[in-house]
């Protein structure tokens, strides 16, 4: 157990406004606590960092997912194969003396938490909770629903669901701690509102039903959506929900409008019992919008935790110019001033220490000097990592022309993802194939937290090529800007926020078909990217410049959580009778 883990917690900042309690199904903890998948977990994790450091008032509810979501291995063919991520919670984590139960199945499952505390910047702690039901007296199958992050099928993925959202509810009452905001992070913990509803009607789900009911539950929830699709929403059929709900619950969500044909909707839950909701991106909350037409759904652009994904010499050069960033992100401004050559020699540290790493895993060796890009991030479909191969021989041609090229790509498929295991394949037989004195392609195994550091931070130049309109947002791209490097994207997701051609990184213009989106992507590699390369590291260095001081200093968790303080967990509004600014929900009287 760290030191930190036995540090008690209190909040003495927004006293009058009640602790929110955060609930997602996947949180990036640390780096050797396979806790995530990707980005969903990664910008929940950042979320809480940031919450630390500004002091709000928040624990968090996860799963303690024991053995991890897998580790991808990779044979000489490009074929994914998986194994487990086994740990052991007691190792790094303190078990608090609570037990809960939940009903799944008609059956008494016993849940208990460890806790593990996030410490930000001044000492302000946000403790997270990580759910567990490895216990004595519970099946052996219930055993491990905790286990497996997004393992097994819908059945397991509904019983997780109730130990979040129901069991963490009830391990926070068991905690006495007073929580005014339940935030719902994806609809995962959308069952929350349901043990809120229960709580509400001082009983069981027999209990009648009143719109005054709903309308307690909806002053108390937040729900952010990451989804731009309607079937990447979680849906259970009637008869699941009824077999593993129970038939009155299940009946009590259908008379809520929480059932449409046959089928359990946790996104429709969610909104339902929400007093606000929002997506992740501007355009993110027009799309969701568009498929939930009876919600006002805004949207908050996500962010990342600056220091976490910041290089080391990237936050001593911020640390030595811009001392203020720390406290306020806002201030990353100021990178529009800093030395050129100062810079370059960070990212030249950046990019050999990634080159190291690869050479170390590997045993291929990189140049420092050519122009290397890079795309990482989970191998499905629509973020098309092969669409750089549209046209082999005119990749080899570009890169024959600007004297080489570097492609440095990274991701996992989900085990049950076949087409995404075939994008796999299908770019490591290609790379073999163009790899050449000119060209070097290289597929990184096992793309984790601590890779993703090192290639945002180290290559020249970030690549995204998702099919519109399916990226929520993205956050990668915001890691590379905070290390000054530009991105060369779709407009999707929040690169139609951050891109300003030629000064945070350029716009693949949208085509008809994926292929001549590729043809632009080739496009604007001769024309803008590899020209700027050549013309010498002192004018590449002014847009990593620009790159920062436009991009890092607004796509951070620092703004992104006051946002959310703000605008979601404490509305503010002017009273007419003293014109005090107080939180909206005070003025309703939902406070505890």
Not at 400 to 414: C, N, S, T, W
Request: aromatic residues 8%; proline residues 5%.
């Amino acid at each position: 157990m760290s030191e930190n883990q036995s540090k008690p917690f209190s909040y003495e900042i927004f006293p009058q406004c009640g602790i929110v309690a955060y609930f997602s199904m996947e949180i990036a903890i640390d780096p050797k606590m396979p806790t995530y998948s990707g980005g969903l977990g990664v910008l929940a994790g950042d979320t809480l960092r940031s919450a630390a450091d500004l002091g709000v008032p928040l624990v968090a509810f996860t799963l303690a997912h024991r053995q991890g979501y897998f580790q991808q291995v990779l044979d000489s063919n490009g074929v994914q194969s998986e194994q487990s991520q086994p740990w052991n919670p007691a190792d790094r984590l303190k078990e608090i003396p609570v037990r809960v139960t939940v009903s799944i199945e008609d059956r008494v499952v016993t849940v208990r938490a460890w806790r593990y505390d996030v410490v930000g910047r001044y000492g302000h702690i946000v403790p997270i909770f990580l759910l567990d039901t490895d216990l004595d007296g519970n099946t052996a199958w219930d055993r491990g629903l905790t286990d497996h992050l997004y393992g097994g099928d819908s059945n397991y993925r509904l019983q997780q669901e109730i130990i979040l959202g129901m069991g963490g509810v009830r391990i926070l009452n068991a905690l006495g701690l007073t929580t005014n905001v339940y935030h719902m992070n994806e609809g995962h913990a959308a069952l929350l509102t349901l043990a809120l509803l229960e709580s509400q009607l001082g009983g069981g789900p027999a209990l009648p039903i009143t719109e005054s009911d709903v309308a307690a539950v909806q002053a108390k929830c937040v729900f952010t959506t990451h989804t731009p699709v309607p079937a990447g929403h979680d849906r259970f059929s009637t008869e699941q929900a009824i077999r593993i709900l129970g038939g009155e619950r299940t009946a009590r969500l259908e008379k809520l409008d929480c059932i449409t044909d046959g089928f359990l909707n946790m996104t429709t839950m969610a909104l339902r019992f929400s007093r606000y909701a929002n997506g992740v991106a501007l355009k993110h909350g027009a799309v969701s919008r568009a498929m939930f037409p009876k919600n006002n759904i805004d949207s908050i652009t996500n962010g990342v935790h600056a220091p976490t994904w910041l290089s080391e010499p990237m936050q001593n050069l911020f640390d030595k110019h811009i001392p203020a960033w720390r406290r306020d992100n806002l201030y990353l401004r100021n990178a529009i001033d800093l030395p050129v050559a100062e810079l370059i020699d960070v990212h030249d540290q950046a990019k050999q220490t990634l080159f190291t790493e690869i050479a170390t895993v590997t045993g291929k060796v990189l140049n420092p000097n050519v122009l290397t890009l890079g795309f990482a991030r989970r191998a499905a479909t629509y973020k098309r990592a092969d669409l750089l191969f549209t046209d082999p021989q005119r990749l080899a041609e570009i890169a024959q022309a600007a004297g080489g090229l570097q492609i440095i790509y990274g991701g996992k498929a989900h085990p049950q993802d076949q087409p995404g295991k075939a994008i796999i394949k299908k770019v490591i037989e290609t790379a073999a194939k163009l790899s050449n004195d000119s060209l070097r392609i290289i597929y990184l195994e096992n793309y984790n937290w601590e890779l993703g550091a090192l290639l945002t931070a180290g290559v020249d130049v970030w690549v995204n090529t998702p099919r519109r309109p399916y990226e929520a947002s993205g956050t990668s791209g915001m890691k590379a800007a905070l290390n000054g490097v530009p991105s060369l994207s779709i407009l999707d997701g929040w690169w139609i926020e951050g891109c300003i051609e030629n000064v945070t990184g350029w716009a693949i213009e949208d085509g008809e078909d994926d292929l001549a989106e590729a043809f632009a992507l080739y496009r604007k590699l001769e024309s803008s990217v590899l020209p700027l390369y050549r013309s010498g590291m002192e004018k590449w260095a002014e847009i990593m410049r620009t790159t920062i001081a436009h991009n890092g200093s607004f796509f951070n968790t620092n703004r992104m959580v006051k946002q959310y303080t703000r605008n979601s967990y404490y509305p503010v509004q002017l009273t007419e009778e003293t014109n005090v600014v107080e939180p909206a929900f005070v003025k309703a009287g939902t406070r505890d």
